[in-house]
Every structure is written in C-alpha cells, then in structure tokens.
C-alpha cells in the first residue's frame, strides 16, 4: 500500500491506484472529462493535470499511478492555471447555447466553467469552427458535434460494451468532428448510454428533448421492469410524471450502462393509466371508491368458494410484482382463500430477445423472487385450461397481462369466468374484461424489492405518490385478505420483507437496510 | 574531413547493391554477426551516437531499454522526415539505401528482433521504391531473411508508408499508424521499449541514426566519438535552406560552428543581403538572432542558447522578410497538423494560427502578444506528445526576439512588408 501526501494529506491507497482515485477516496474531486471509471483510460481532455513533486511537467491523474512516497498538489497554483486553461480552450469553439441544450443544468463545462473558469471569452464569435448540428446517428442519439469536447468516452464506450464501434473521430486539429460511418448509423441495444456517458450536450436523448429542464427533476433510486437483469436505476420525474431514467451504477448487476428497451420502460408510469377503481356490471362501469370495490372483490371471490368450493378460485400472480406482494398474494391464496389454483407466467409477447451483455429473455423483474416465494409457474397453462372449462368461478389477476396472449384471446378466455378481479396499473385487454379493476401503483409510486435472475434482490423506492386513485398492491392485497378475514397489520414493504426474511429460507438473514442501495444475494441455496 | 555517410553519394550507382559492396558495403554487417549483442551496443554507446531525429537521445543508452525477457522485438525505422526544413534522411534512402538497411540488420541483430519495419513519409514515394528495390537486393543476397550470412540470424524488414501525417514522426503516433490505427500518439508511460509496435518491445530509430551504424561497426565507437564534439559522437547531415548561396544537405562533424555552415560552407547569404534570422533545428526550434549563430551545432550548445539543433534542418532568413507571415505560415502548419487528439494542442494551435494570421493581415490588437504568449503557457507541456510544444516554441521564439515587429504590424494596422498573400492565409 503505497503512502503519498496529497494536498499535505498522507494517505494510503492500493498498489496501482490512480492519483485520480487516490484523490476521490480522500473525497479530492480533481476534475475531468475523458476519465470515465468503466472505460478505458484515454488521458486526452488533460483537464486532471496535477503536480507531482520532482516531475518536471504536470501530470494526468486519471493515467498515472501512485508510487510510495509521492507528493502530489491538485490544488497549487499551477494546476490552477492549467486547469484554467484547458477549460479556456476547451470553450473557444463552443456554441455556448446552454439555453437551447437539454444537458444545461447536468453539463461538465458548466459546472467546471462556474468551479474553475470564470473567465471572459477572449475568442471571437466570427473565428469559431462551425461543424454539423443536429444529426439523427440512429438509436436514441442525437448529434451535435459543436458541443463536443472530443472527449472520445462515446468512441471507447461503443468499443467496449457493445462492442459495435459505430462512433470514430474524423478529421483533425479542430475540425476534429466525432460521427458515424457513412450509412450506418448507431446498431446496438445500448446507444442510450451515450447521451451518460457524454460529458456535454453533444449526444443528447431523442427522448428526453426538450421535453424538461432537468433541475425540475427529482430523482429515486429503482430498477429496471424491462428483464430479470434487474438494472439499477435512478428515476426521473417531475411532480407525477416520469421523464427518464438513468443507469445507477451498481457493479455486481449493471456496472453503470441499461438498454435502450428498460430505457423506455419508465413510459408505462406515464401513458394509459388505470386512475379509479371501477366495477363493471352488465355493461355499466360504476366507480364506488376504494372501500365499496375492495368488499366487492372479496365478496366475489368468497361467495365463489363458498358456493363452488376453493378449487373454483384462481389467483394469477404476476412477475412484475415485488417479492413483498407476491408473498402476500401467495398468503392470500394459501391460507385465507385455500385455494390451489395459484400461478404465474413470466412468458411475454414478444421474441424473448436476449444477449450477453445486460438484456435477459425474460422480460420480468421478478420470476426468481415468485418461484423462490413458493409461486410456481409450472401450473399456469393447467390453470388456464380450468379457466377455458368453465371451472372457475372466481379470478383475481395481478398485473397488466395474461402471459403471452394475445388481446382476444385473454377476452375470449376470461368471458368464461363469472367474475375477474384484476390488479393493475395499465389499461389491457385485461381491464377490460375485468369486472372489477383496482388500480395499483406503478413501479415509481411504491417500495418494495425484486430477485434477479441471479439472486440477487434489490430494493426500489417510491418517488411520487400513485397516480390518480391508485394504490399500492401492497394495500390491495392486505386489503381483500383483511375483508376475509386475515388480520394483517403490514407497514409497508419493509414490515413484509422482515417476514419473508424469518420464514423464507432463501431470504435468511436479508433486512430491508441490509439491501441497501446496491443489493443482496439471496442464500446459496435459494440460488441453486 | 573523414564522412561517415556521403562519401558516395556523388556515385549515382550507389544505392544499387553491386555498387554498393564494391565500395566497402556490407562489410561491417558481417563483423557485427560475429560479435556479440553487449559488444555491438557497447561500441555505439561508446561512439555517443545521439539520436538524428530531434530529440537526440543517445541510442546506445535506448536499446538498453528493452526489457530482459524473451518477448519478440520490433525495430522500427523512423523515416516519417517531415520537420519542414528538414530533408536530410530523404537524402540517405534515394542515394544510399543500403547504408540503411545495413544498419538496421547491425541494430536488429543487436537487439534480438526479428521483425523490422522502415515507416517512410507517404509523399517520399521515389524512396520508398529505391528503398524497396534495396531491399529485395539484400534478400536476395542473405543480408537480409533467413539465416543471414548463415549467424541462424533471422530478420525481415518491411517498408510501410505513411498516409500524410506530421504527427506520425512522433514514436507512438507512429506505431499506432503502422498498426492501421489511427495515427493519435499513445500516453507514455508504458514507452515503446516496454509495450510498442503490436503490443511488443519495440526501438524507434531515425534514419540518420541507423545509417552510421555500419561505420560505426567497421570503424569504432570512439573513432567515431571523437569525430564530432564532446557528448556528440560523429558528423551530422545539416540540410540548409532558405536565402543561402548553396542550399543542400551538408555532412558536417557535430559541433560545427552554425555561422560557418552559412557562411563557408553554404557560401553565405544569396545576394550579399544581410541575415535576419535563423530557424536552427527545423520549424520546432526557437529562432536565433544574427548575433546569436556564432555557436557550436551541436545538442549541449543550442541548448545552452536556448534553441535546438533539433533534426538538423537549417532556415536561413535574410533582411527584408516578414517575420509574422513566417511565423503565420509556420502556424498554418501547426494548426493543419494538430491530431486533434488533446485539448490544448487541438484548440491552441488553431487559436495560434487565428491570432497570427490576423496580425499579419492587419487586423492585430493591442493584447495579442500576451495572448500568444499565454496561451503557449497554456498548451506548453500540458499535451499527450510534444507537438504543443513544436508550435509553442517557434511563438516563444519569434514573439521575444522580433517583439517590436509584431507591435509594428499591430500598431500600424497591415504589414510593414506589403502582405502579397492575404487570401492565401487568412
């Protein structure tokens, strides 16, 4: 463990750190374009000149390693200056149209121009170098090469994750201009993370446009609903709406990059909300409140057992609830309903398209939490026979869709059960068919956790409160289970995941703060 | 005067190989074989051989950077000439290729590589045919391939030519272009001697450098030392351009006196004017002033003076030129030739060539100077390669010793020498 005095602080770092990271653990922000911790170094903005003691010029921190004893300034006068300097020249060229860029307010040459800069432009508007702007390059990306500081993270990012390579620079000096090949704009499920990983507003998201000003945003720690992958991310939102959302880097499940579909995941919060909870009775749609909606839902499903007997009662889980509800509507079904008929699918519509990279063929977030709360899926083609038979009278599904069925036929399926409760946030063939619809919150209006298809569960926190009338299915369970009869008293996700925690094997030992922010495995042998 | 390297040169059958063994060629390749790799880099250290290219490192000392373990090497030839002022390694590949190539099979052999590669300026296409056909020559004759002059020495040597970069004169921009890469210097460290040319051990040498070799060989390191001045082993190629009698390359002994190879040598200024300034070392160094040329050619003295011997090439300047359209148009070239690759060499050298421009064409402003000045501190030593400072030290250069001409052409608003070239550079 090398010793070096840092600012005439002495501390102790890691063979073979860098002064950059050396700097950061001593909470020293040395600042920095090129320098992105996943990618390979590049050491070209020379924004991160320090001085190092006896080293005749001013050094990278981002590219120079540590050595015992070293003595390293970022904050003399000359690393001032320097740094002054590049930041001078890094903005001769720019188009300073900060009120027209969507990356103003999260911008790298604004925050380092208030932090080091300062200055006033001793560059002429006549003498800069106009190059390309607005260029679709394919994917989510939009192009403005007079933005951009050639910082290359775009370039090695393509080379590195996707491997795709689709961004060069081309030309030189300071016509130096990043872009595509000719006719072959960006090819990768991944082109999202350029507008991140750029430090300015050159690449900017074609979804994200003009649509906000990014400090009206709030943000919350989630994760991605678009596969069992089990993204980290933050998301986005202003008020009730959701605008986009980010990559949260976590190294153990997606270091810090997401693909373009959970990218655009986040729209479901936004568009074709369920808002009221609705009863639906020979074709007239009633909306009686919470109270009157849940009774009735517990009513149909216990007059259902009590004329048909339990097995005329099926509960379909769905995957894209949290560990905490799959439990409880596990419990809901076991012991309050006593029914055997309780499934789930984790099939989607779709082509299950999966690769080596992020993107998992099962487009849920949670089946490994199902199958490991003791929801099997292996009952559910079984069960829609039943379904088909005419043997149930009563159904409660959770979720916005029947596996991978298509509209008519969930329509056509569920005409043949008396009565269908549903539990959802979307509008779907399933609303409709439903006789009595509750709305849940969407993945941004409640806490609860996910398991990954590696085990691992992760955590994700309300941002706002349910859109409209909505609730969380949390409520909506206890709520239809209490009206039978179950007592329950949960306080939110964390009272539940403590149970499953005490008699679920896999989640032994897990608390809800234990999982943090970044996670946890569940037991090897939930994991086996 | 004994020469190490243009002896020759007037014979125009010398590159051929015939010629070239007649006169004495591929001999010292043979001696080479029969000693041993210390002995071979001993006797160049010995000969203080600095390397011709400009940085003048001494080359001995550089091929014992290489790493003792037995990665595959790369030797690769430096022949990307293209310091403007300098024409002198073009010069050894038309007239005497196999001086080259002869020591290049001393230096691989020494080196333990077997894989060779000459990475030849685009535009030097005459000498990379003659360089090619030598090669061919040489194969054919053992001195090059398999098993040379049956040592079990192997060596293959490729010519690569460059597609039309400045930059790729600089080592690493160099290997990354001879990799197909685009040609962006690398971050050092690791240097080529650790981590070079395809991921192996490689040595970079100039032309210059590896055509003494064989002299050096046949002759003795200290034989060869004691041709030039202290630290500064054996003659150099000088080529002299600009308003001089008789431009051309020189082969001078290191430590010429400069106000002789313009004067004596290159028969003094044309036309009897008078000298305003001397461009030293190529574009890249500092400048000197008529009352400063009376100095010894060689690496310790320039720099004792503040400038550079740097890749030999001499800029003659007379009375009556403008020295901010030449420094105008040296800007021109900086900018042009920038990679593009870092931030300050990216941005200052087109900022240079905005400023300079403006000042010759009469549009400068009080400020200007310091601006300059600045924005060399600015750039200067903050860069991935030296460019920054090719560009920044000419500024340096002209800025302090033709100060008061800069403020002339700021002050009166054009150019005390009628700017016949606006257009061409504004």
């Known amino acids: ?63 120079t390693t540590v050595t015992d ?99 060069e620079i081309s030309q030189r000096a300071n016509h130096s201009e990043i872009g595509i090949f000719p006719g072959r704009p960006l090819d990768n499920h991944y082109t999202g993370n350029l507008a ?202 959770f979720g916005n869709v029947l596996g991978d069925l298509a509209d008519n036929e969930v329509a056509t399926l569920l005409s043949a059960v008396p009565f269908v409760g549903l539990a959802g946030s979307n509008e779907s063939a399933l609303s409709r068919a439903a006789h009595a619809v509750l709305p849940t919150a969407s993945i941004f209006e409640r806490s609860g956790t996910f398991t990954n298809s590696a085990g691992r569960v992760q955590r994700f926190e309300a941002g706002f409160l349910p859109r409209g009338n909505a609730r969380p299915d949390l409520d909506i369970v206890t709520g239809i289970a209490n009206r039978l009869g179950a007592g329950w008293t949960f306080e939110g996700a964390a009272a539940v995941f403590a149970v499953i925690s005490a008699s679920v094997a896999p989640f032994a030992g897990l608390t809800y703060e234990s999982l943090g922010d970044q996670g946890q495995n569940v037991t090897e042998a939930g994991n086996a | 005067m004994e020469l190490v390297l243009t002896t020759h040169f007037g014979n125009d059958q010398y590159h051929a190989i015939g010629t070239y063994q007649e006169l004495g060629g591929y001999v010292a390749l043979k001696k080479a074989l029969g000693m041993t790799s210390d002995a071979i880099i001993d006797e160049v250290k010995k000969a203080s051989l600095r390397g011709r290219g400009g940085a003048g490192f001494p080359a001995g000392i550089k091929w014992g950077f290489l790493p003792k373990n037995d990665r595959p090497r790369v030797l690769v030839i430096n022949a990307d000439e293209g310091e403007p002022g300098t024409f002198k390694d073009r010069l050894i590949m038309s007239r005497g290729p196999h001086l080259l190539i002869e020591g290049i099979a001393i230096a691989a052999f020494a080196l333990n590589a077997h894989m060779s590669y000459i990475y030849i300026r685009g535009e030097f296409v005459k000498e990379a045919n003659i360089l090619n056909e030598a090669i061919d020559e040489a194969y054919a004759k053992g001195f090059l391939g398999k ?76 034989k060869f030392a004691a041709l030039g001045s202290e630290k500064n082993g054996g003659t150099r190629l000088i080529g002299v351009s600009g308003w001089v009698e008789k431009p051309g390359v020189y082969e001078l002994p290191c430590g010429t006196n400069l106000k002789d190879i313009i004067y004596k040598h290159c028969g003094g200024i044309k036309n009897g004017k008078a000298l305003k300034a001397v461009i030293p070392g190529g574009s890249s160094t500092v400048v000197l002033r008529p009352d400063e040329i009376d100095v010894a050619y060689d690496i310790e003295s320039m720099a004792k003076i503040g400038s550079a011997s740097g890749s030999g090439g001499v800029i003659v300047i007379p009375e009556g030129t403008c020295m901010v359209r030449i420094l105008s148009v040296l800007m021109n070239f900086y900018a042009h030739e920038s990679c593009g690759q870092c931030t300050p060499c990216r941005e200052g050298t087109g900022w240079f060539k905005t400023i300079v421009s403006r000042i010759e064409n009469g549009k400068g402003r009080p400020g200007d100077i310091e601006l300059l000045l600045d924005i060399c501190d600015n750039i200067m030593g903050r860069t991935v390669c030296p460019l920054s400072e090719a560009a920044g030290m000419p500024v340096k250069g002209f800025l302090t010793k033709f100060r008061d001409e800069f403020e002339q052409h700021i002050r009166d608003q054009k150019c005390p020498y009628g700017n016949k070239f606006q257009s061409a550079h504004a």
């Open chain 1, 196 to 397: 991140d990983v750029c430090p300015v507003g050159a690449l900017t998201s074609k979804d994200f446009r003009f649509k906000c000003r990014v400090w009206f945003l709030s943000s919350v720690k989630s994760v991605c609903t678009g596969c069992a992958n089990g993204c980290n991310i933050d998301a986005h939102f202003r008020e009730q709406t959701m605008y986009r959302v980010k990559p949260r880097v976590n190294d153990a499940v997606n270091q810090a990059w997401m693909c373009d579909f959970g990218r655009l995941e986040y729209k479901k919060a936004n568009e074709g909300r369920i808002l009221e909870p609705t009863l639906r009775q020979g074709g007239s749609d009633r909306t009686p409140g919470w109270d009157s909606a849940l009774a009735d839902v517990a009513f149909k499903l216990k007059d259902a057992v009590d004329h048909h007997g339990a097995e005329a009662v099926a509960v379909i889980a769905s995957p894209q609830s949290s560990n905490e509800e799959l439990f409880l509507i596990r419990r809901l079904a076991d012991e309050i309903l006593g029914t055997p008929n309780l499934s789930f699918t984790s099939r989607v519509a779709g082509d299950g398209f999966a690769d080596e990279i992020l993107i998992k063929a099962d487009k849920n977030p949670n089946a490994k939490g199902a199958g490991l709360l003791g929801i099997s899926d292996s009952g559910f083609d079984a069960l829609l026979q039943k379904i088909a038979d005419k043997k149930i009278k009563a159904l409660l599904v």
């Open chain 1, 69 to 167: 004893g070293m003595v390293v300034f970022t904050d003399s006068e000359k690393v001032r200056k320097a740094v002054t300097g590049v930041l001078e020249l890094m903005l001769i060229h720019h188009p300073l149209d900060c009120p027209i860029c969507d990356q103003a307010g999260e911008c790298g040459l604004q925050d380092y121009y208030m932090k080091y800069g300062l200055h006033k432009s001793r560059y002429d508007l006549e003498d800069k170098v106009h190059k390309t702007k607005h260029q679709d390059i394919g994917g989510q990306i939009m192009l403005d090469s007079e933005r951009c500081i050639l910082c290359s993270r775009c370039v090695r990012f393509l080379n590195e994750v996707p491997k795709t390579g689709e961004l």
């Open chain 2, 147 to 222: 098993n040379i002059l049956g040592s079990g020495f192997d060596l293959d040597l490729t010519v690569h030519r460059g597609a039309g970069a400045y930059v790729c004169g600089e080592e690493t921009s160099l290997i990354n272009s001879l990799e197909g890469k685009r040609g962006w210097p690398r971050l050092k460290p690791p240097f080529p001697a650790v981590v070079g040319a395809f991921g192996l051990p490689t040595i970079v040498n100039n032309v210059e450098t590896l055509a003494d070799v064989p002299w050096i060989i046949t002759n003795g390191g200290e």
């Open chain 1, 1 to 63: 463990m090398p010793n070096i005095i840092l600012n005439g602080l002495q501390i102790s770092v890691p063979d073979g750190t860098t002064i950059l990271n050396a700097a950061k653990q001593a909470g020293i922000e040395i600042p920095h374009y090129c320098y992105h911790p996943k990618l390979p170094i590049a050491g070209s903005c020379r924004m991160c000149l320090v001085e190092v003691e006896k080293a005749p010029k001013l050094m990278t921190a981002c590219s």
